[in-house]
């Protein structure tokens, strides 16, 4: 029996302890709104648990005290709505919609940006209309931090006549906000599913910002499966545009959120998470063009160097032209 009252104790510990640490981000974040005077707050906090942890006895009597202080935190955490409604960054200003009318698919709040620096631009806001029966293939472009564990992915519908339209799965942030991991671990950044033209996608991150290096491959597909793919991206533009949703950097980001669509393959992969290394995943899985080596592929998919040279005018045709161009050298 004491024994049992020993583990019960020691796993209540190690909960108590795990949720107390997690809180202190939960506590600077979304309860002091980042605050300078919530480092004092979150501060008070870490006194305030070891404080109780190492004073009080017998020690279950602390871990019972602080596993209720913990879950009054958690019901009053998870209670905190996502919303539509804040001083969003200009970038993130406008939600798309789209509007389907039998084979159209028009889609309002394209992003197509003229980018200056990532920070600065020229904003373009557009309407484009698909027909579903154009749907002719798709294209996954990886952003990748170098570090082996971060990246980012974005998928390029290519609908023939009527161009393409790409889709990336990001965190919604205010004026002023900058992307953090530790950040996304709390109530901080709404979901957004961006419809953009490539060509802002591209740029913004080869271009205008430090680090990322983009690889384009094709996805092997058919077209009834493209189809039910964007419409599955359709669905969720128009569902977070009536009701919001948060954004987590672990359980709803740009790849956990694709693998959340109906019609996606679910399937557990490490690499879902360390989504740097999804494109491996992708190769294993046959979707990515097997008669190469993956690292030859990766090499002769690489666009940083030929999308900032590329000219505004028929700007993914020569990305497209001057990888395939690399293929025939190689």
């Known amino acids: 029996m004491d024994v049992l009252l020993g583990f019960t104790t020691a796993m209540a510990l190690v909960a108590c302890i795990l949720i107390a640490v997690w809180m202190i981000g939960a506590i600077y974040f979304d309860l002091c709104g980042a605050a300078a005077w919530g480092r004092w707050v979150t501060v008070a906090w870490i006194v305030a648990v070891v404080a109780t942890l190492v004073v009080w006895r017998p020690i279950w009597q602390p871990v019972i005290a602080l596993l209720a202080a913990e879950i009054l935190f958690l019901i009053w955490w998870f209670r905190q709505k996502p919303s539509n409604d804040r001083d969003w960054d200009p970038s993130a200003v406008f939600l798309p919609r789209a509007i389907i009318d039998g084979d159209a698919v028009t889609i309002e709040n394209v992003r197509n940006l003229e980018y200056r620096t990532v920070d600065d631009f020229t904003a373009n806001w557009e309407t484009r209309s698909y027909r579903l029966s154009n749907i002719k293939g798709v294209d996954v472009i990886f952003f990748d931090w170098g570090d082996g564990l971060r990246g980012h992915p974005a998928l390029v519908f290519d609908f023939g006549p009527d161009g393409r339209i790409c889709m990336s799965i990001e965190a919604r942030i205010t004026n002023g906000q900058k992307y953090s991991v530790f950040r996304s671990l709390y109530r901080q950044q709404e979901l957004i599913f961006v419809a953009a033209d490539e060509r802002d996608i591209i740029l913004r991150r080869t271009k205008y910002s430090e680090r990322q290096w983009g690889f384009l491959y094709q996805i092997n597909?058919?077209?009834?499966?493209?189809?039910?793919?964007?419409?599955?991206?359709?669905?969720?533009?128009?569902?977070?545009?009536?009701?919001?949703?948060?954004?987590?950097?672990?359980?709803?980001?740009?790849?956990?959120?694709?693998y959340k669509l109906p019609s996606t393959r679910v399937r557990w992969d490490w690499r879902v998470i360390a989504n740097a290394r999804l494109d491996r995943a992708l190769y294993k899985d046959g979707r990515l063009d097997r008669t190469l080596p993956l690292a030859e592929l990766r090499r002769l998919s690489y666009i940083n160097d030929i999308a900032n040279a590329a000219p505004a005018e028929g700007f993914g045709d020569h990305i497209r032209r001057e990888l395939e161009r690399c293929r025939h050298e190689r």
Request: hydrophobic residues 35%; charged residues 10%.
């Open 221 to 258: 597909s058919n077209a009834n499966e493209l189809t039910t793919v964007f419409l599955d991206y359709i669905n969720k533009i128009n569902q977070l545009y009536e009701s919001p949703a948060w954004y987590h950097v672990l359980f709803t980001n740009c790849t956990t959120s694709f």
